[in-house]
Antibody
């Protein structure tokens, strides 16, 4: 079955760029929409953005100026970059799959385990 | 932005109880609503999509209903494994989540 695994630095300095990768195993990255979601410690969930296997993207308007999501189909991976981070960006970051192949507006049926990224000097 | 408001924020219940969680949207989202269960240190798990469709593998004691702006998640008979935090999520316009409802042991 399809599994997702996030990877990247667990500590990022203020004003720098947070970079994470999600590796898709057990299935192809093609035809689905792939999402990033974050959850500050003890708080709720916030959708960050998605990428389609073709490379098209959509971002949360509140984060759009700082976010880039990209896909590498040859590696079955997609990635997140968040620039100019502050302590408020400290969170567990999850990658997740849109439930229906080829359909952007859907629930998320498969999630990675999450990775904590702390923004601190 | 579509805001999602869940009630209650915390719910104390016993094994075997019928539990209902409400989620309200700030504008109509038709039936584009999902429910997730999250346990401490774990990723959310999809329970219900399109307001009332049960995700494969999810026990039938979970059910969802509603349309427009008001939705409910019902657990017909609470089991020990069900103590967790539950989130609603709209996907009519981008994606936003409710603030969560923690179901704790009474």
């Amino acid at each position: 079955q399809v599994q997702l695994q996030e990877s990247g630095p667990g500590l990022v300095k203020p004003s720098e760029t947070l970079s994470l990768t999600c590796t898709v195993s057990g299935g192809s990255i093609s035809t689905y929409y792939w999402n990033w979601i974050r959850q500050p410690p003890g708080k709720g969930l916030e959708w960050i953005g998605y990428v389609y296997y073709s490379g098209s993207t959509t971002y949360n308007p509140s984060l759009k100026s700082r976010v880039t999501v990209s896909v590498d189909t040859s590696k079955n991976q997609f990635s997140l970059k968040l620039t100019s981070v502050t302590a408020a960006d400290t969170a567990v970051f999850y990658c997740a799959r849109g439930r229906t192949s080829g359909y952007p507006s859907d629930a998320f049926d498969i999630w990675g385990q999450g990775t904590l990224v702390t923004v601190s000097s | 932005d579509i805001q999602m408001t869940q009630s209650p924020s915390t719910l104390s219940a016993s094994v075997g109880d019928r539990v209902t969680i409400t989620c309200r949207a700030s504008q109509s989202i038709i039936s584009w609503l999902a429910w997730y269960q999250q346990k401490p240190g774990k990723a959310p798990k999809l329970l219900i999509y399109k307001a009332s469709s049960l995700e494969s593998g999810v026990p039938s004691r979970f059910s969802g209903s509603g349309s427009g702006t008001e939705f409910t998640l019902t657990i017909s008979s609470l089991q020990p494994d069900d103590f967790a935090t539950y989130y609603c999520q709209q996907y009519n316009s981008y994606w936003t989540f409710g603030q969560g409802t923690k179901v704790e042991i009474k």
